[in-house]
T-cell receptor
Framework: EAQVTQNPRYLITVTGKKLTVTCSQN?????MSWYRQDPGLGLRQIYY???????DKGDVPEGYKVSRKEKRNFPLILESPSPNQTSLYFC???????????FGQGTRLTVV | AQSVTQLGSHVSVSEGALVLLRCNYS??????LFWYVQYPNQGLQLLLK??????LVKGINGFEAEFKKSETSFHLTKPSAHMSDAAEYFC??????????FGRGTSLIVHP
């Protein structure tokens, strides 16, 4: 089954403790991206990747890192999480950037 | 700069009534336009898309949208609302570099 898998689905952590949210897709898609969803603000793009070893900042990249060492994986790294990074995070992939995006189920992150 | 405006953060309709969710965009190049739906506790999934060709696009679950270049609009409609249509709806448009931008979302509430 074609899918985008994020882990974990829920995470509560403390300020400053490094964490990684994993994202994997099995559709051989070139384009992958991370979004955060906050009430009233919709989806805002954090980082995206056009292909392996090619990443770029989205609209709200501060406090986040990503890597794309393999085509299928695109982890989101928070080196020193802060409470303002409490949000619902989505990973998405598509064949190309302007084709249909497939979304993961989301990761609800709470930073206390 | 690319942008998407969804008019109304909440739209409330009665079951069986017409659904109209509004989306206006700005783009310096011919756009690719998408509508996604997000059910509670789930990721987004594609409802329909416009790339080129016919301006009236039909999607899943009885939804359709019409691309009107002169009005820079891509409104989503459904003739008769069903309780199961209650969800968050997002309009998205590609930027000139083909990176998608999402609107802030419209929550559709369906009353019995």
């Amino acid at each position: 089954e074609a899918q985008v898998t994020q882990n974990p689905r829920y995470l509560i952590t403390v300020t400053g403790k490094k964490l990684t949210v994993t994202c994997s897709q099995n559709m051989n898609h070139e384009y992958m991206s991370w979004y955060r969803q906050d009430p009233g603000l919709g989806l805002r793009q954090i980082y995206y990747s056009m292909n392996v070893e090619v990443t770029d900042k989205g609209d709200v990249p501060e406090g986040y890192k990503v890597s794309r060492k393999e085509k299928r994986n695109f982890p989101l790294i928070l080196e020193s999480p802060s409470p303002n990074q409490t949000s619902l995070y989505f990973c998405a992939s598509s064949f190309k950037a302007n084709t249909e995006a497939f979304f993961g189920q989301g990761t609800r992150l709470t930073v206390v | 700069a690319q942008s998407v405006t969804q008019l109304g953060s909440h739209v409330s309709v009665s079951e069986g009534a017409l659904v109209l969710l509004r989306c206006n965009y700005s783009s310096s190049v011919p756009p690719y336009l998408f509508w996604y739906v997000q059910y509670p506790n789930q990721g987004l999934q594609l409802l329909l898309k416009y790339t080129t060709g016919a301006t009236l696009v039909k999607g899943i679950n009885g939804f359709e949208a019409e691309f009107k270049k002169s009005e820079t609009s891509f409104h989503l409609t459904k003739p008769s609302a069903h309780m199961s249509d209650a969800a968050e709806y997002f309009c998205a448009v590609t930027r000139g570099s083909y990176i998608p931008t999402f609107g802030r979302g419209t929550s559709l509430i369906v009353h019995p």
